[in-house]
């Protein structure tokens, strides 16, 4: 999904992949191989021998042990290294994949291999779980929220954050809410939400999606915001006197929204023509199978058609905005 997605807006991608299944795992079952940290490793060195990684920005995401965590955190911190004199021309956007809805779906080691590596990202994406699992903070409310940003700002020296879906109970229903925030000079945040409609179906690989499209948005962001010396400057911050709506990270979430709400949406029109037309195969069997196939059956028809729809990633049919926090939504300290 995220390589497709990178290549649609016109990015040039070389993958890593970290996993080679058969089929997303959606679907609950499905064939293949892992990547040891041997092979993720082996992999970047073939890429450094032929002079090939001289990137821009490198995505990292799903990592499927603790010690495949660190190979990729390696290579890292080795391309920041290589850009280190020339400040704004790499970026790394780091998709944390630990868990969702209250539980971890990696191995305990894999939180704390996060931890040690995401001090050196200059962009994460943790959805709520993950977030609270960073910061140590349960998330109930938007004042929450804005403690548990702040202190991944603070431990883990991050300029970026977006926490890409939010439940509590004080947000509208039949809504998905994303929350971002770039640091000032002072370490304090600067928060921005963006407010979709939420659509009554499953999709897998949503994640990677919002990655994929963050990556070539933001950057296209900075690359025409007013102030150009943004794209010569370390983790491309903006200036303090920039507000939390008028930033990159705040347009280019907009961005990626529209596209992904385009996407799905003509998607989940096309998932409920199918599963009106098709009958499940077989009503013979046990109760068990026959939630097995009606399961495999959904899946299938919700598989996000970005090739299909790939002209909605770039130019979208509906436009969201962000949002500034208000004053009473926030911890006393920021108000």
């Known amino acids: 999904m995220a390589s497709l997605v990178m290549q649609l807006l016109g990015c040039d991608v070389a993958a890593l992949n970290t996993v080679h299944f058969s089929n997303h795992t959606g ?36 990592a499927p ?37 209250g539980r971890l779906y990696v191995n305990d080691d894999v939180v704390p291999a996060y931890k040690h590596i995401i001090r050196h990202a200059d962009l994460i994406l943790p959805n709520q779980f993950e977030a609270e699992a960073l910061s140590g903070i349960k998330i109930t409310s938007l004042a929450t929220l ?53 659509l009554d179906c499953y999709f897998s690989g949503t994640g990677d999606m919002f990655a994929a499209l963050t990556v070539a948005r933001l950057r296209e962001a900075v690359f ?3 102030d150009p010396a943004l794209r ?16 990159p990270l705040a347009q280019s979430t907009v961005k990626v929204l529209a596209s992904m ?16 037309s098709e009958a499940v195969n077989g009503e013979d069997g046990s109760e068990e199978d026959r939630r097995k196939r009606a399961h495999l059956r959904e899946s299938k028809a919700a598989e996000v058609r970005v090739v299909r729809y790939g002209g909605l990633l770039r ?21």
């Open 261 to 276: 709400h385009s996407v799905l949406e003509r998607t989940l029109e096309v998932r409920n023509r199918e599963m009106k």
């Open 224 to 226: 025409t915001a007013p």
């Open 146 to 198: 804005a403690e548990a940003i702040t202190a991944i700002h603070s431990t883990y020296n991050i300029p970026h954050v977006i926490i890409t879906s939010v439940q509590i109970p004080t947000l509208a229903a039949n809504t998905l809410t994303i929350i971002g925030s770039t640091t000032r000079s002072d370490g304090s945040p600067r928060l921005f939400r963006v407010d979709v409609p939420a």
């Open 315 to 335: 130019q979208p049919e509906v436009e969201f905005r962000a949002q500034e926090w208000k004053k009473e939504d926030l911890p006393a300290q920021f108000r």
């Open 232 to 247: 010569t400057t370390k983790s491309w911050v903006s200036r303090d006197d920039v507000p939390a709506t008028e930033l």
């Open 65 to 101: 042990s603790a010690a495949a965590v660190e190979a990729v955190g390696a290579i890292g911190m080795d391309l920041q290294r290589k850009a280190e004199t020339n400040p704004g021309s790499f970026f790394w956007v780091l998709d944390p994949v630990m868990g969702d809805q």
């Open 27 to 62: 679907y609950r079952q499905f064939k293949g191989t892992r990547a040891t940290a041997e092979e993720i490793t082996a992999l970047y060195e073939g890429l450094t021998q032929n002079n090939l990684t001289d990137f821009d920005v490198m995505l990292s995401g799903y």
